[in-house]
Nanobody, 115 residues
Framework: QVQLVESGGGLVQAGGSLRLSCVAS????????VGWYRQAPGKERNLVAE???????FYDASVKGRFTISRDNAKNTVYLKMNSLEPEDTGIYFC?????????WGQGTQVTVSS
C-alpha cells in the first residue's frame, strides 16, 4: 500500500524559507518520479517541481531559482526547499507519485506566506 505523508508547512513572512518533507512507504523514491504540487485557494493543483529516478529535476518557471527538490534515499523521503517565498506561493502542497498506473497523493501541507 502506497502512502505519502507531507510535513513542514507553516506561516512565514515574504522572503522567508521552509522545507517540506514527503515520507514515502510502499514505494521506493529512487525507482520513480516524485512531484510536488501546489493548490492555491480557488485554483487548480499545479506541478511545482519533480525529481525523476535518474535524479533529473523539473521546476515550474514560477519557482525556478528559489525552490530545490531533493531526496534522501536512506529515509525514502523527498524534500522541497523553498527560499525567497512570495505571497503567491501560498497554498496546499501535495506530494505525488505513480505506481502500476495509479496516482497517489498525500494529505497535503499548508504553506501561507504573508506580505
Amino acid at each position: 500500500q502506497v502512502q505519502l505523508v507531507e510535513s513542514g508547512g507553516g506561516l512565514v513572512q515574504a522572503g522567508g524559507s521552509l522545507r517540506l518533507s514527503c515520507v514515502a512507504s510502499g514505494i521506493t523514491v529512487t525507482d520513480r518520479t516524485v512531484g510536488w504540487y501546489r493548490q492555491a485557494p480557488g485554483k487548480e493543483r499545479n506541478l511545482v517541481a519533480e525529481i525523476r529516478s535518474n535524479r533529473d529535476t523539473f521546476y515550474d518557471a514560477s519557482v525556478k531559482g528559489r525552490f530545490t527538490i531533493s531526496r534522501d534515499n536512506a529515509k525514502n523521503t523527498v524534500y522541497l526547499k523553498m527560499n525567497s517565498l512570495e505571497p503567491e506561493d501560498t497554498g496546499i502542497y501535495f506530494c505525488n507519485t505513480w505506481k502500476s498506473r495509479n496516482g497517489y497523493w498525500g494529505q497535503g501541507t499548508q504553506v501561507t506566506v504573508s506580505s
